[in-house]
């Protein structure tokens, strides 16, 4: 059975940094891209960032670029989102998925119905 689950979350002001972690377990990340995505209360889930399986380059929704960092350790099934200079709209729940047609990201935002293996979520707070 395959299993995503985010961690890392937190209340943090703003300014601040965190960093968010995505453990998968019954699936080998070595051949699928994976993404970050998240939502915010009454608010529609957005992309946030992409991994490639490939040669793990990374792609950053505008909003983020220069101020979340994307990283991938294999051996581990683990992916990873250091957020730094964080604000008060990036709070949301942070959530990672599975894009299992692609080993290397989109060129531009991975579509929301197209990814699988959905964890639960971990809530970031950014507030002073």
């Known amino acids: 059975q395959v299993q995503f689950v985010e961690s890392g979350g937190g209340l943090v002001q703003p300014g601040g940094s965190l960093r968010l972690s995505c453990a998968a377990s019954?699936?080998?990340?070595?051949?699928?891209?994976i993404g970050w995505f998240r939502q915010a209360p009454g608010k529609e889930r957005e992309w946030v960032s992409c991994t490639s399986a490939s040669d793990a380059s990374a792609t950053y929704a505008d909003s983020v670029k220069g101020r979340f960092t994307i990283s991938r350790d294999n051996a581990k099934s683990t992916v990873f989102l250091q957020m730094n200079n964080l604000k008060p709209e990036d709070m949301a729940v942070y959530y990672c998925a599975a894009d299992l047609m692609r080993r290397r990201c989109p060129p531009g935002p991975p579509i929301v119905r197209d990814m699988s293996y959905w964890g639960k979520g971990t809530l970031v707070t950014v507030s002073s």
């Open positions: 019954g699936l080998d990340l070595d051949y699928y891209a």
